[in-house]
Each structure stands twice: as C-alpha cells, then as structure tokens.
C-alpha cells in the first residue's frame, strides 16, 4: 500500500480556486493509479477524477468537468487536483486514493485522512 497526505483545503468564495495536493510515500508510486473523491455531510463519497499510472488517461465526474484538472507528478509523488469555479455544490471532504485506477471505490485501496473544502456562496 501507499500512504497518502492531502493538503490545500480551506475555505474560499464561490467563483475561486484551490489546489489540493496528495503526497504519497514509497519508491513504487508511478506504479499506482490515482483518484480523488468526495463525500459531503450526510451523502456516500463519490468520484471526483482519476489518472492513470503515466497521466496520459484522465476521468472527471460530469459534475466537475471544465472546471477541475487532475495531474500527477511522479518525480514528485505528489497528484493535484486543481479546482476552478468552484460552486457551494463542491462543498466536502476531499480524498486522494491510489490503487488499480477508475471511478469506483473498489478500484483503490489506498486512502488519505481527507482534507475540507468549503465553499460559500
């Protein structure tokens, strides 16, 4: 498995940008595909995008296409997640995950403690 950290959450207007970060450990990195996920108060987590282990395939969730953009860093060990006009909607904690890849929890075995985005409108 691969131990993850996100970071870069906070608080931020509706209309503004943040930048997550999920650093992760272990010489095997480059190894794993990567995913980022979202659970709000009160809903199941859901996807949010992923990356394949060489960043040449990316998913987004309908929901967030045009406005966030995964990327990976494998010198680094670090994926991003870079969100734009972000919505009160976009609300939640956010975690990164590595694993065999896709847009289902099954496909990740490996999580990060999560980190809060709050939006407000």
């Known amino acids: 498995q691969v131990q993850l950290v996100e970071s870069g959450g906070g608080l931020v207007q509706a209309g503004g940008s943040l930048r997550l970060s999920c650093a992760g450990s272990?010489?095997?990195?480059?190894?794993?595909?990567r995913g980022w996920f979202r659970q709000a108060p009160g809903k199941e987590r859901e996807f949010v995008a992923a990356?394949?282990?060489?960043?040449?395939?990316?998913d987004y969730a309908d929901s967030v296409k045009g406005r966030f953009t995964i990327s990976r860093d494998n010198a680094k060990n670090t994926v991003y997640l870079q969100m734009d006009s972000l919505k009160p909607e976009d609300t939640a904690v956010y975690y990164c995950?590595?694993?065999?890849?896709?847009?289902?929890?099954?496909?990740?075995?490996?999580w990060g403690q999560g980190t809060q985005v709050t939006v407000s409108s």
């Open positions: 272990g010489r095997t990195f480059s190894s794993y595909a």
């Open positions: 990356i394949s282990r060489s960043g040449g395939s990316l």
């Open positions: 995950a590595a694993g065999r890849g896709g847009v289902h929890l099954g496909g990740y075995d490996s």
